[in-house]
């Protein structure tokens, strides 16, 4: 099976469908289900705090002491930003051969709420910094692991996670078998919105589940660029300015109190226009009606703490007319190590086009662009709204119901994602209509969920050695 992000991820359309089912069904001789049950570490399995320590040495050096403070928080909060050391484990795990779009980290609290271009409430995946072409299998191992352990932090017994996560796999199966049957325009037409969820939510969530669906609905709502307007910024000589609260958020000109404001700003002007060149023409006439009003350095999530990060404040009719945009630093996935490179230079567009691929819908201002630094150095972005309706889950209020209704709905996501690019009659003929691969997959969760509960603790044991410097701090 080739390891090259840029191989084909379908079978030849040119062939029947019932040609493609019966290649889905050689591949279980190949690659039995059963086999995905296995993790076994490898004898030479690489250090995981080395692999942490090889990306905080692209990363701003002040901020890594902040990713480490995140990631020992929990075990849960170490896998946040473990996706490399999962990649690495991965890459010699059993593969069906089939490929499609990865997420490339596809935990639990990626799937989230967030706005259609229509203003509709959606839920889709929302984050694709390690997007690329790979084993559809190693999405669902990440959210099935990612189940066990905030299962476990709950205090869920052996069989209630276990029922959780062979409810997400089975929705994944029966979803993608939905696929496989339907035409193409249905399955890229499929969306999941605040309609069906609260359908789901009548039927399968208690009462208590059902009015934290409610708040949260309601919450992403107001989430919006005129809120993070109220939240993060003050007046300044009459004019709208990002207020400091460093170190999670730092404005441009104290961080580069040596460059002229004016230098800086004609920095990130360049972006803005440069970036609007990769969205469609009717957006780009839009963000031309904004002007920028300030900058700043943000500190967001866990597993990207250290990258460069800027929140821009663009002003539209008047100064309470705001859009905020996020420009997110992208570099190499963590899963080209073990598929292959990219096919795209610029890793800001590899985000935007596994995003575009398989999200339902996207953020309008969603596009890329590649800056030069004041400090020489070249890098990517990825450019797109900072809020936007989005609505996170919140693992730790929910009962064992409520997380094997919320993996079921996250089951379904990232099969509609995967059918997208990927070969779904393939891939439903090889999952097929038994539960092998459901059950093989509640065991490697539950042993990948021992194995991260050694690395978050290798973690803690290396902080309080002194290998690593670590520095708590609330979350942004």
Known sequence: MSRSATTAMRTSPHITPEERAALGKQARRRCPRSDHAVYRPSPDRPDPLAILEEQSAARVPELVPIRYGRMMESPFRFYRGAAAIMASD?????????????????????????????????????????????????????????????ARANGFDDAERARIVSSTVRSYREAMIG?????????????????????????ELHRH????????????????????????????????????????????????????????????????ERYGST?????????????????????VGVGSVGTRCWIILLTGRDARDPLFLQAKEADTSVLAAHLGASRYRNQGERVV??????QAASDIFLGWERVDGFDGKQRDFYIRQLRDWKGIAMPERMLPEDMKAFGGVCGVTLARAHARSGD??????????????????????EDYADQNERDHQALLDAVHAGRLHAEELPAA
């Open 90 to 150: 991965l890459a010699d795990s059993p593969r069906s051969g089939f490929n499609a779009q990865l997420c490339g980290d596809a935990h639990m609290l990626n799937f989230r709420l967030l706005a259609s271009p229509e203003r509709k409430l959606m839920f889709d995946i929302n984050d694709f910094d390690e997007t690329l072409p790979g084993p559809w299998e190693w999405d669902v191992k990440r959210l099935s692991a990612s189940l066990v352990i905030a």
């Open 179 to 203: 696929f496989a049957r339907a035409g193409n325009l249905d399955v890229w037409y499929a969306k999941m919105d605040a309609d069906v969820l609260e359908s789901l939510a009548a039927g």
């Open 209 to 272: 589940g059902q009015r934290n669906l409610a708040r949260a609905m309601a919450k992403a709502r107001t989430r919006d660029s005129l809120q993070a307007f109220d939240k993060l910024t003050e007046t300044v000589d009459g004019r709208p300015r990002i207020a400091a609260d460093p170190p999670l958020l730092v404005p441009a000109g104290d961080l580069m109190p040596d460059i002229e404001r004016s230098a800086f700003e004609r920095l990130f002007r360049g972006l803005i």
């Open 279 to 299: 969205l469609a023409s009717d957006r780009r006439a839009l963000l031309e009606d904004y002007q920028l009003a300030d900058v700043a350095r943000k500190v």
């Open 353 to 358: 086009s596994g995003q575009r691929l398989m």
């Open 424 to 445: 779904r009659i393939a891939i439903a003929a090889y999952l097929g209509s038994g539960e092998v691969f459901d059950r093989a997959l509640v065991t490697f969760a």
